[in-house]
């Protein structure tokens, strides 16, 4: 013991570089920005804390086989499958067996946690699109530690038997019993953390950049914590005593709130700074916040991709390290300053999933912060103590959900988002600058000058080249994105998306308006998402291949040879609407000059619109947007021949029931000397231009991996 603790002392306050060592690692595995960054940490830790370094290693292997461990979990379901119920949400639950398991079931009224169930049903795909700034559904399970989905068909109850589970449903039936609705679903939403949409809009909330308010986390455990050992101060409790009752509170608390990433947080910092004062070890706040961080993501390292997880740390670690910064004696002023600090810090990840912030969000934070600090919170414990208090309860949530509204009528959105995460490591860059040098008003003026750049740079230089041609990966569908200066083209939008991806992926880049959207023909996996994109983007014109689908006013009707531009990108229609009963064969045909290269995009037409269009056209292509998603029904030999291609890419998603794209067609597309690159194996396809350089680059971009890259010379 002794040993450790010189070995724990030795590098004190160091151990933050535990953390930081952890972060870029996660960093690298998605982007080469984390290798840039990793390279300068190891060269500064093998130069000044080598032990450091050492364990750093060791945690990195440790977390490697994590998450080979977590992967190799992944075989289907055996079914039946029996559990216990965790937790109940309106349309589905959570069950423990073997794994935790995600259930869709469409009455949960009489299910409980803690109970006992055997489940019949249908696992359900989970992989997501491989599209930027989109929601990562994959992955958001995966931190929850979700290991399957399942549509449960039939649901067979047994008899419970005593679990932690249990206590959480009768926490909760003890608050539906005791309280009016209105009532019982702010308690549960601050004693449980469950959700309370029915009173409160997130979107609303969201706006006002006040979200955090509605989920638990450790500001209210410390603020609960405070209470408590205020309390039991009066009793005159010895100092051990009273860490005794605040860790067994701890544990009960982290159990009827179903574990949840901040409580456990600042639990474990909570217990940290409890056990380093018994055994005297000289760790610091950092130290023990690195520990936590590591330890976390050991149990379960997909915690990082956890939005949760992200503001927990990253807040907690900034107030830490700037808590030189709160010094006013004012516990109210000190709450203030946190409160501004924490927002601002936060800022890069909150745009990225609202794509906005209001005018008056910082206001707003103030206003709530404080009252829930100091009103809402304390009284929603009294009132769940003794339920006497129940109508002031409800006159201060009235005054709650009255100030909710006012600033939200007051608010105004400016919609921008960090598109890249360069523009993310530059902003804190500049915060911290600013931080640092807080008492030198000139350099506070230049780094505020820089701050105003980058957020004008977001709405400018918000793609990587100023002409690109992007296949979306849409799984079993077409979503092509053309981008030339300041023109923006869609061709198709791929199936309905519950998750609204296309419209996250425009609105992540800060891209308002699309000038032409392109639906080549009228079946769903082409013009899936068309009504929601013209509801949420400014769409100039959409071009249609006939009037069948008459829901929208500003359209257009391609015939063949219509010609039209984007930016410098310039079209034209070699086929549409052929009157064919085969809605395919009347997909609209585009030859596109985009860059230094010719572009054929077939939509899903088949082989006699192919032989009718080479035999009308004498075609020398580069790139071919392969029709019909690789079906044999199109690119026969002749086809593939006659155009003389280079590269053929092919939007098709991974799991369909067609057999796509057919093993005839890449082993023709190899035969006629293609460079073939599918969605489903590579995710977005994007072919930059880069005139000055006299070179395109090819890019295929999968959210769990790092990207990969072809380089192409320019031809004259």
Avoid at 49 to 54: A, G, H, P, R
Wanted: negative net charge.
């Amino acid at each position: 013991m002794n040993k450790l603790k010189n070995l724990l002392q030795f590098d004190a306050s160091n151990y933050i570089h535990l953390g930081i060592v952890v972060l870029l690692f996660y960093i690298s595995r998605t982007s080469y920005i984390g290798y840039i960054l990793l390279l300068p940490e190891v060269i500064f830790l093998f130069k000044k804390s080598k032990n450091i370094l050492v364990y750093s290693l060791i945690i990195i292997l440790v977390l490697n086989l994590r998450f080979i461990q977590k992967e190799a979990n992944g075989n289907d379901l055996d079914f039946p499958v029996y559990g216990t119920v965790t937790e109940v949400f309106e349309d589905s639950f959570y069950l423990k067996s073997e794994a935790k398991i995600l259930c869709y079931y469409s009455d949960t009224s009489n299910i409980y946690s803690g109970m006992q169930v055997e489940v019949d049903g249908t696992q359900i795909n989970t992989r997501t699109y491989n599209i930027v700034h989109t929601f990562d559904y994959e992955q958001y399970l995966k931190s929850k530690n979700i290991n399957y989905v399942i549509s449960v068909n039939q649901i067979e109850y047994h008899q419970s038997k005593f679990n932690i589970y249990l206590i959480k449903f009768k926490v909760s039936e003890y608050i539906n019993n005791n309280f009016e609705m209105h009532t019982a679903s702010y308690l549960r939403l601050f004693v449980l953390g469950e959700n309370t949409d029915e009173y409160i809009n997130s979107d609303t909330t969201a706006s006002l950049g006040i979200s955090h308010l509605f989920a638990i986390s450790g500001m209210h455990l410390a603020l609960i914590i405070s209470f408590i050992v205020y309390v039991l101060k009066k009793f005159y409790l010895t100092k051990e005593t009273t860490n005794v009752i605040v860790i067994v509170f701890l544990i009960i608390f982290n159990i009827i709130t179903g574990f949840k990433t901040s409580i456990i947080r600042a639990s474990i910092l909570i217990i940290g700074v409890f056990i380093k004062d018994v055994i005297k070890i000289l760790l610091t706040k950092t130290d023990i916040l690195a520990f936590a961080f590591v330890l976390m993501l050991i149990i379960n390292p997909y915690s990082f991709y956890s939005l949760g997880f992200q503001l927990s740390y990253l807040i907690a670690g900034a107030i830490i390290l700037g808590g030189y910064l709160f010094k006013a004696n004012n516990q109210t002023i000190k709450l203030i300053q946190i409160s501004i600090f924490a927002t601002l810090v936060s800022l890069p990840i909150m745009l990225e999933v609202n794509n906005s912030f209001g005018l008056i969000f910082i206001l707003a934070n103030l206003f709530f912060i404080l009252y829930v600090s100091y009103i809402l919170l304390p009284l929603t414990f009294i009132t769940f103590f003794f339920p006497v208090f129940e109508q002031i309860y409800v006159f201060f949530i009235k005054i709650f959900e009255l100030g909710v509204g006012l600033f939200s009528n007051l608010n105004r959105l400016i919609y921008i988002n960090f598109p890249s995460i360069i523009h993310k490591i530059i902003f804190w860059f500049i915060l911290y600058m600013l931080i640092v040098n807080i008492k030198n008003l000139k350099k506070q003026l230049q780094y505020i000058s820089l701050m105003i750049a980058l957020f004008i740079s977001t709405l400018y230089l918000n793609y990587p080249s100023n002409r690109f041609v992007r296949v979306l990966d849409v799984s079993q569908g077409d979503a092509i994105h053309i981008h030339d200066n300041d023109c923006d083209m869609l061709i198709d939008t791929g199936k309905p998306d519950r998750y609204d991806n296309l419209i996250s992926y425009f609105k992540g880049n800060n891209t308002k308006e699309i000038d032409i959207l392109v639906i080549t023909h009228f079946h769903s996996d082409h013009y899936g998402e068309l009504e929601d994109i013209i509801t949420n983007l400014n769409v100039k014109i959409v071009y249609l291949n006939n009037s069948a689908y008459t829901n929208i006013t500003n359209y257009e009707i391609l015939s063949e040879g219509t010609c039209f531009s984007c930016g410098n990108s310039n079209f034209q229609v070699l086929s549409a609407d052929t009157g064919d009963s085969n809605e395919n064969n009347n997909s609209i045909i585009l030859l596109g000059k985009i860059g230094s290269d010719k572009y054929l995009f077939m939509g899903d037409t088949e082989k006699d619109i192919e032989q009718r269009i080479i035999e009308k056209y004498d075609l020398d292509i580069d790139i071919l947007k392969v029709g019909h998603h690789g079906s044999n029904t199109s690119s026969t030999n002749e086809f593939l021949k006659a155009i003389n291609g280079e590269i053929a890419l092919i939007s098709v998603g991974e799991f369909n029931n067609y057999g796509l794209p057919a093993d005839d067609v890449i082993q023709r597309l190899y035969n006629h000397g293609y460079q073939t690159f599918r969605t489903d194996e590579l995710g977005s396809v994007t072919i930059y231009y880069y005139d000055l350089l006299n070179l395109s680059v090819i890019e295929s971009y999968q959210k769990h991996s790092r990207n990969r890259y072809h380089i192409r010379y320019i031809k004259k």
